[in-house]
C-alpha cells in the first residue's frame, strides 16, 4: 500500500497536476476542499491529513509551491509533518517564489519538466504506481496470461477471470465467458465490490440481471476489488482519502485501458458506499452513458437483486 500526498494552496489552480500525476498511474492522497484556505478543518479531518502524511503508506510530498502556498498555513503545516515524519518532498516551483529554509536543498522541477518528475517518482516508490497488465484484445479470454477458471459454470457457460489493473488499495480483473474476445464491447460492466464479505454471487447476479436486460448481447465485466480488509469484509478508509481516489481512478483507468478506441456505455453494478458512485459518475468521458444500481438484499437466498436508481449521460 503506497501513495504520495498532494500539498498545495487552494488558491491555485492543482487539478492539471495532480491529474496528470494520476493519468500516469501515481495514487494521491489530495484535499479537495473549497475555498481560499480550503474549508476550515475539524478536528477530524486534521488528524486525518496528520495521519495521511505520518502513515508509512505515505511516500513522500508532492509540493505544488508558489507566493499562495508560501503564504498558506496548511502548506506550512504539511511541510513540517512530512521534515518531522521523514518524508522527501517534491516541489513544483508555479513561480520564483524561494522556497522554505526547510526545504531549499529539494530538488524541484518547473510545471514543463512533469517527465522528470514522474521518473523520481516511480524510482523511489514504485509500489505508488498503479500497475496495468497487457491485454490482447484480439484473442480469447482463455488464452490470456494468468486466465483463472470459475470453480462452477454461470447457467451453463465456463466463465473466466484475467487480471487487468493492480493498484495500491484496489484490483480489477476482465471476467466473462472462456471463448469470448473482448474486441471493442459497447457496454461493459462495471462491478465495483468495495464493502461487505467476498462473495463471486454478487457478479454473478451482476451479469445475470445484465443478460435479463440486454438478452443476446455479448458481456465483457470488469471486477473491481479492495484490498483491505477488516473482519473479513472489503474496507475503504474513511479516514484515508487516497484509497477512496484510488478506487475511483481505478474504475476509470480499467474501462480506458480495456477500451482505448471507443467509450462504451457504462453499468455499475456497486456494492460501495453511495458517496462512491457519486465520485465515479462525474469521472468518465464525455459522451459516455453511465447507469447507476444499486444492489438491495433478496428476499430468498443470499443472492442480490437490483434496481436502477439513477441514469446520468455526461456531455
Known amino acids: 500500500m503506497a501513495y504520495f500526498f498532494f500539498s498545495y494552496s487552494h488558491k491555485d489552480t492543482a487539478d492539471e497536476y495532480s491529474e496528470a500525476l494520476r493519468a500516469d498511474g501515481f495514487i494521491i492522497w489530495q484535499d479537495t476542499s473549497e475555498g481560499d484556505e480550503g474549508i476550515e478543518p475539524g478536528r477530524d479531518w486534521v488528524e486525518a491529513i496528520e495521519q495521511g ?5 505515505c511516500k513522500g510530498i ?7 502556498a508560501e503564504a498558506s498555513k496548511w502548506v506550512a503545516k504539511e511541510i513540517e509533518l512530512g521534515i518531522d515524519a521523514g518524508k522527501t518532498i517534491y516541489p513544483i516551483l508555479l513561480d520564483d517564489t524561494p522556497l522554505r529554509s526547510n526545504i531549499e536543498r529539494a530538488n524541484a522541477v518547473k510545471p514543463g519538466e512533469l517527465d522528470r518528475l514522474m521518473n523520481a517518482l516511480a524510482r523511489h516508490a514504485p509500489n505508488a504506481r498503479r500497475q496495468k497488465f497487457p491485454v490482447d484484445i484480439n484473442a480469447r479470454l482463455f488464452t490470456l496470461p494468468d486466465a483463472k477458471s470459475w470453480e462452477q459454470p454461470l447457467d451453463g457457460d465456463s466463465i473466466v477471470s484475467v ?12 471476467v466473462g465467458k472462456a471463448d469470448a474476445i473482448i474486441g471493442e464491447p459497447q457496454r461493459v460492466l462495471l462491478c465495483a ?15 445475470r440481471f445484465f443478460k435479463i436486460q440486454y438478452p443476446g448481447e ?15 469484509e472489503y474496507h475503504l478508509n474513511d479516514h484515508n482519502y487516497a484509497e477512496w481516489i484510488d478506487a475511483v481512478d481505478t474504475c476509470v483507468q480499467a474501462v480506458e485501458h480495456l477500451c482505448l478506441t471507443h467509450n462504451p456505455a457504462i453499468h455499475l453494478f456497486a456494492k460501495t458506499p453511495v458517496i462512491f458512485a457519486a465520485l465515479l459518475g462525474v469521472r468518465f468521458p464525455t459522451r459516455t452513458t453511465l447507469y447507476l444500481y444499486n444492489d438491495v438484499p433478496a428476499q430468498v437466498g443470499d443472492g442480490f437483486t437490483y434496481s436502477q436508481i439513477a441514469r446520468i449521460v455526461t456531455r
Not at 493492480?166 to 480483473?173: E, F, G, I, K, R
Open 53 to 57: 502524511i505520518k502513515s508509512p503508506d
Open 62 to 68: 508532492i509540493l505544488l509551491w508558489s507566493k499562495n
Open 163 to 174: 487480471p487487468l489493473i493492480n493498484s495500491s488499495y484496489t484490483a480489477v480483473s476482465v
Open 193 to 207: 465490490e468495495l464493502t461487505g464479505r467476498p462473495n463471486l454471487r454478487f457478479l454473478a447476479d451482476a451479469i
Open 218 to 232: 455479448p458481456y465483457i465485466a470488469l471486477h473491481v476489488t479492495a484490498k483491505n480488509r477488516r473482519r473479513g
